[in-house]
Nanobody
């Protein structure tokens, strides 16, 4: 049974890096989307990686700084975050697309409807 678990969050200084992980048994067959939610804000789609490894970007705010990858065979998807800024502070989540679970949609309109199997999230705090 799918149970996504995010890890790797923490406190980092501005300009620093973190690598988040999303793991579950059987994950290799699914596309994985990464999202974040800051206090008082709506959940924001960041990046998605298909089961075959193709990446789709959903947010211009992380373009060039964040990257998604997967380790096939280890049932793990990563979110590499570089040049972190205070505005990146949020709880980060991974989830699986509902409509086509192996593929990433071109865009995300309503994350809570379009994605499922949300993990518990991992807190990322960027502060000096």
């Amino acid at each position: 049974q799918l149970r996504l678990v995010e890890s790797g969050g923490g406190l980092v200084q501005p300009g620093g890096s973190l690598r988040l992980s999303c793991a579950s048994s059987g994950l290799d067959y699914y596309a994985i989307g990464w999202f974040r939610q800051a206090p008082g804000k709506e959940r924001e789609g960041l990046l998605c990686i298909s089961s075959s490894g193709s990446a789709t970007a959903y947010s211009d705010s992380v373009r060039g700084r964040f990257a998604v990858s997967r380790d096939t065979g280890k049932d793990t998807v990563y979110l590499q975050m570089n040049d972190l800024k205070p505005e990146d502070t949020a709880v980060y989540y991974c989830a699986i697309p509902v409509l086509n679970p192996s593929f990433c949609a071109a865009a995300v309109v309503s994350p809570d409807k379009e994605y499922d199997f949300w993990g518990q999230g991992t807190q990322v705090t960027v502060s000096s």
